[in-house]
Structure formats: structure tokens, C-alpha cells
């Protein structure tokens, strides 16, 4: 996978900290709903890429929305619209959509974790109902107060997901994370997506177990290369690989997505 060019097409900003930006780039085209980008700063002191997941991406348009969380973050966020930025990618596995044929899902997005869910809640609706289908595509997103101003709701209400949004203080939606408000709500499901926070990818992995619901979780946790060479990001799995004889993953190359069943968090 190489290196690319990516133009800024538009950049906006969702609420405090959390930016949106379009950018139209070759990496775009055949990407797959739940991989990623890495983003190279400009700056030659930061020589690592931030890994940002694909949010939404169409012929050569690629959707990004990420919190400023560091130096890194800080400076793709300063970068206005006509200017270049580096990125390579897709990267990752992506989601296994084909697990959704036919049944109820349930897509579980806590806070920044939303981006990662968009463009597949986007092509399970697409195809809802039909044969290779799922029946019902429901999300619940999970933010830390109103001043997040529910961002993405909307994107994922526009596609023809039914939208539940979850807040922790209660200031808007039902009070809680996304599993209280699955709980509260008597939401149900055969299958589970989900993306946030370690915490709750935990939480959901032992409620999955308890339900006996199939989950799939992407995990967004440090990265350095990106491309599966220096074990800087492996995660403990319950098997060990065919290849290494050990239990572990490369999140940035057997994941980001996992069968919440298969790794150890
Ligand atoms: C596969 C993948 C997809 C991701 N997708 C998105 C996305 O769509 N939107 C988004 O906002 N973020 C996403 N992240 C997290 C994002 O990559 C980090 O927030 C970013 O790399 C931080 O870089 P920085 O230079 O701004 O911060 P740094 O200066 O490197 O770190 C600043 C702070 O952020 C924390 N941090 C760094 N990396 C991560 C991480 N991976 N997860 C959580 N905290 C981190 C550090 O511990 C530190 O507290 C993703 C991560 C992965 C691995
Ligand atoms: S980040 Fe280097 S192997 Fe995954």
C-alpha cells in the first residue's frame, strides 16, 4: 500500500474538539466499510501516521471525523480546505457485513467510536430486507453530555438507521452508556457492532457472551507503523496464530475489526 495525496476538500467542525473533513484522495476507491487511514502530519517530527477510520467514502471522496486528542490530531485539524495532506490506505479488515444476512443488528457507538460505524450502517441499509440483508439496522450513540450535539445522529438517521441516542449525565437521550440504553430500552439483537472507548468494547464483549449474541468490535488502540511491521499495536487473542504460535493479533492488520470472542481485553 502506498503513500498518496489527499486534496481537503471541506472541513468542518461537529462540536467542541471533533472535526469533519472530506478529502479527495485515490485511497477512497475500493475501500470497505470499518478500515482505516493513516494520516501523516506534516510536520517532520511526528513521522507516524494517525490511524483515522474510514467514516464514509465514495468513488474518490474520503469522509474523516476525529477528535483532537494530540499534537497529531491538532495539526490535521489546522489544515484548511485546497490544502494536501499525506495518507495511506485502506488499511485493515473491515466489517463482516455478511454476518448482518438476515438478522437484527444492533450497531453500539461510543463517542468517537461513531465514525467507525457510519459507512456501515450506511451499506446494511442499503441492502435491508433483502436476501443477503439484514432485517432491522438500529444504532445507539453514546456521548458524554449535549454539548457533543449528538454529532453523526443525524448522518446515521439520513442512511435509515433508527437511532437511539444515549447520554452519561442524561442531558440528552436516555441516561447511561449504549449498553444501559440497550438495556433500558429492551433493545434486543442477533448481531452486534460496535466501536468506542476499551471500557466499553469490554462491557459489550461480556454482555455479548451472556446473550449468546455473535459481536464484532473494532479496536481503536495505539498504533506506530500501521502496515503489520513492529508489533506496536498486538492484542491478547484466545487462540494462537497458525503462523506465529502465539496469542496474538496486529490490531492494524488482522483488525482493526474482531469477533469480540476471539481476543482477550
Ligand atoms: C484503527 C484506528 C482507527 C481510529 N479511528 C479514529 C477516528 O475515526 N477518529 C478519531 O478521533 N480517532 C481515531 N483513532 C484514534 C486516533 O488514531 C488517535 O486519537 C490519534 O492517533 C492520536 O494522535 P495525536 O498525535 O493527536 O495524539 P498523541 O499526542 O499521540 O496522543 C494524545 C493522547 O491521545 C491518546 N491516544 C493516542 N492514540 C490513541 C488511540 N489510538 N486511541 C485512544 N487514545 C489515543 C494518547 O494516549 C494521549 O493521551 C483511531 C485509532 C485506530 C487504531
Ligand atoms: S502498528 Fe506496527 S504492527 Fe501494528
Given at each position: 500500500?502506498?503513500?498518496?495525496?489527499?486534496?481537503?476538500?471541506?472541513?468542518?467542525?461537529?462540536?467542541?474538539?471533533?472535526?469533519?473533513?472530506?478529502l479527495?484522495?485515490?485511497?477512497?476507491?475500493?475501500?470497505?466499510?470499518?478500515?482505516?487511514?493513516?494520516?501523516?502530519?506534516?510536520?517532520?517530527?511526528?513521522?507516524?501516521?494517525?490511524?483515522?477510520?474510514?467514516?464514509?467514502?465514495?468513488?474518490d471522496?474520503?469522509?474523516?471525523?476525529f477528535?483532537?486528542?494530540?499534537?497529531?490530531?491538532?495539526?490535521?485539524?489546522?489544515?484548511?480546505?485546497?490544502?494536501?495532506?499525506?495518507?495511506e490506505?485502506?488499511?485493515?479488515?473491515?466489517?463482516?457485513?455478511?454476518?448482518?444476512?438476515?438478522?437484527?443488528?444492533?450497531?453500539?457507538?461510543?463517542?468517537?467510536?461513531?465514525?467507525?460505524?457510519?459507512?456501515?450502517?450506511?451499506?446494511?441499509?442499503?441492502?435491508?430486507?433483502?436476501?443477503?440483508?439484514?432485517?432491522?439496522?438500529?444504532?445507539?450513540?453514546?456521548?458524554?453530555?449535549?454539548?457533543?450535539?449528538?454529532?453523526?445522529?443525524?448522518d446515521?438517521?439520513?442512511?435509515?438507521?433508527?437511532?437511539?441516542?444515549?447520554?452519561?449525565?442524561?442531558?440528552?437521550?436516555?441516561?447511561?452508556?449504549?449498553?444501559?440504553?440497550?438495556?433500558?430500552?429492551?433493545?434486543?439483537?442477533?448481531?452486534?457492532?460496535?466501536?468506542?472507548?476499551?471500557?466499553?468494547?469490554?462491557?459489550?464483549?461480556?454482555?455479548?457472551?451472556?446473550?449468546?449474541?455473535?459481536?464484532?468490535?473494532?479496536?481503536?488502540?495505539?498504533?506506530?507503523?500501521?502496515?503489520?511491521?513492529?508489533?506496536?499495536?498486538?492484542?491478547?487473542?484466545?487462540?494462537?496464530?497458525?503462523?506465529?504460535?502465539?496469542?496474538?493479533?496486529?490490531?492494524?492488520?488482522?483488525?482493526?475489526?474482531?469477533?469480540?470472542?476471539?481476543?482477550?481485553?
Amino acid at each position: 500500500m502506498k503513500k498518496c495525496v489527499a486534496h481537503i476538500i471541506s472541513k468542518t467542525q461537529l462540536c467542541e474538539g471533533i472535526i469533519d473533513m472530506r478529502l479527495r484522495t485515490e485511497a477512497a476507491r475500493g475501500a470497505r466499510c470499518g478500515q482505516f487511514v493513516l494520516v501523516f502530519p506534516n510536520d517532520p517530527s511526528r513521522l507516524l501516521g494517525r490511524p483515522l477510520c474510514i467514516c464514509q467514502a465514495q468513488e474518490d471522496c474520503l469522509r474523516i471525523v476525529f477528535r483532537i486528542s494530540g499534537r497529531g490530531t491538532q495539526e490535521i485539524s489546522e489544515l484548511h480546505t485546497d490544502e494536501k495532506i499525506m495518507i495511506e490506505g485502506p488499511l485493515g479488515n473491515g466489517w463482516d457485513v455478511s454476518a448482518a444476512a438476515g438478522k437484527e443488528v444492533l450497531l453500539l457507538c461510543g463517542g468517537i467510536g461513531a465514525p467507525a460505524l457510519l459507512q456501515l450502517a450506511q451499506d446494511l441499509c442499503s441492502i435491508k430486507g433483502k436476501e443477503n440483508g439484514p432485517k432491522q439496522v438500529r444504532a445507539i450513540l453514546g456521548y458524554r453530555d449535549a454539548s457533543m450535539k449528538a454529532f453523526l445522529a443525524e448522518d446515521f438517521k439520513e442512511h435509515g438507521a433508527e437511532v437511539i441516542i444515549a447520554s452519561d449525565d442524561g442531558s440528552i437521550g436516555v441516561g447511561g452508556n449504549v449498553l444501559d440504553a440497550a438495556k433500558q430500552e429492551g433493545i434486543g439483537a442477533d448481531v452486534i457492532y460496535a466501536c468506542g472507548p476499551m471500557p466499553m468494547l469490554s462491557a459489550v464483549k461480556g454482555y455479548a457472551r451472556e446473550k449468546g449474541i455473535p459481536a464484532y468490535i473494532s479496536l481503536e488502540e495505539r498504533m506506530a507503523c500501521g502496515v503489520g511491521a513492529c508489533l506496536g499495536c498486538v492484542v491478547k487473542t484466545a487462540e494462537k496464530d497458525g503462523h506465529s504460535h502465539v496469542n496474538n493479533a496486529r490490531i492494524c492488520t488482522e483488525g482493526p475489526v474482531f469477533d469480540a470472542s476471539e481476543v482477550i481485553l
